[in-house]
């Protein structure tokens, strides 16, 4: 991805750090909301005949395996008590369940993630992953279950006001992940330090070690709430569509989209994501 065709993509859509919400696949709202809901049924009795006859190739017998890196919240993250929760992980367990499976998660690194279900490790990777051309080539991807926008962490007092702004600047990123790919599209390898989570590039940040942090929005605002003395900036860096990534040729791409096609449909997804993002 280039950088002029970004920037200007950015501008014309006048896009918000505000704005995180469940996508629409094309087509007004309410024929949107008409076609899901027609294709829903039928998707419903195709995915449980697929599971009921036995058709579903899992890595475990029994159970959907889930390849995830709980360091994104509010998608995935760890409880005090040593317990993974998130967007993600809810929505791991209702397409489970409607599956007739038992959610098993597999906490990683997010590279490993990935990897795990290209080498038939997982049956499905969760970790607010975006689908690039790069990523499609390697492994297979649901349909797409919300939007996610890249932002940007500065100090409070700091000069850097938009993405433009970032030339020049040490850029710090979670490795492995589109912020990463972005900025070293952008700005170039030697700008951006790669860092194992957000969570220790947040660090190094307030450690002066870089001057901003590319990552996902909804982390961005958590992070920063935890962090007096860092923002949020107002200019996002990108957007992007979040899908769930699978082995290529896995006998679970039909039924995960037909689950998640009945999940927008009844409001059970617009419900998870309430349940951890607040309307503001």
């Known amino acids: 991805m280039k950088k002029i065709s970004r920037r200007s993509f950015l501008?014309?859509?006048?896009?918000?750090?505000?704005?995180?919400?469940?996508?629409?696949?094309?087509?007004?709202?309410?024929?949107?909301?008409?076609?899901?809901?027609?294709?829903?049924?039928?998707?419903?009795?195709?995915?449980?005949?697929?599971?009921?006859?036995?058709?579903?190739?899992?890595?475990e017998a029994g159970k959907l395996t889930m390849a995830t890196n709980a360091t994104f919240p509010p998608y995935e993250m760890t409880t005090d008590a040593g317990d993974i929760e998130g967007i993600d992980v809810d929505t791991a367990k209702a397409i489970a369940e409607k599956l007739g499976l038992e959610l098993q998660i597999d906490d990683m690194d997010f590279d490993a993630a990935l990897l795990s279900v290209q080498q038939g490790k997982a049956d499905i990777a969760m970790a607010g992953i975006t689908v690039t051309d790069e990523r499609k080539?390697?492994?297979?991807?649901?349909?797409?279950?919300?939007?996610?926008?890249?932002?940007?962490?500065?100090?409070?007092?700091?000069?850097?006001?938009?993405?433009?702004?970032?030339?020049?600047?040490?850029?710090?990123?979670?490795?492995?992940?589109?912020?990463?790919?972005?900025?070293?599209?952008?700005?170039?390898?030697?700008?951006?330090?790669?860092?194992?989570?957000?969570?220790?590039?947040?660090?190094?940040?307030?450690?002066?070690?870089?001057?901003?942090?590319?990552?996902?929005?909804?982390?961005?605002?958590?992070?920063?709430?935890?962090?007096?003395?860092?923002?949020?900036?107002?200019?996002?860096y990108a957007e992007e569509d979040y899908a769930i990534g699978m082995a290529k040729g896995s006998s679970l791409e039909d039924v995960v989209n037909a689950a998640l096609e009945e999940l927008k449909a009844d409001g059970t997804l617009q419900s998870i994501v309430d349940k951890y993002i607040t309307a503001e």
Do not use: H, W
Request: charged fraction near 15%; hydrophobic fraction near 45%; include cysteine.
């Open 11 to 59: 501008a014309a859509a006048g896009l918000s750090v505000a704005a995180l919400a469940l996508t629409a696949c094309g087509g007004s709202s309410s024929s949107v909301a008409s076609s899901v809901a027609s294709s829903a049924a039928a998707s419903s009795e195709a995915a449980s005949t697929s599971a009921a006859a036995g058709e579903l190739t899992t890595v």
């Open 137 to 236: 080539a390697v492994m297979a991807f649901s349909d797409s279950y919300a939007t996610g926008i890249q932002s940007i962490i500065v100090p409070e007092g700091s000069d850097i006001a938009s993405p433009d702004d970032l030339a020049g600047k040490k850029i710090g990123t979670q490795r492995g992940t589109t912020g990463y790919i972005y900025c070293t599209d952008d700005f170039g390898e030697d700008a951006v330090v790669a860092y194992d989570s957000g969570l220790t590039a947040v660090q190094a940040l307030n450690n002066g070690q870089v001057d901003a942090v590319v990552i996902d929005n909804a982390p961005a605002k958590e992070y920063v709430a935890a962090n007096p003395g860092l923002k949020v900036l107002e200019t996002s």
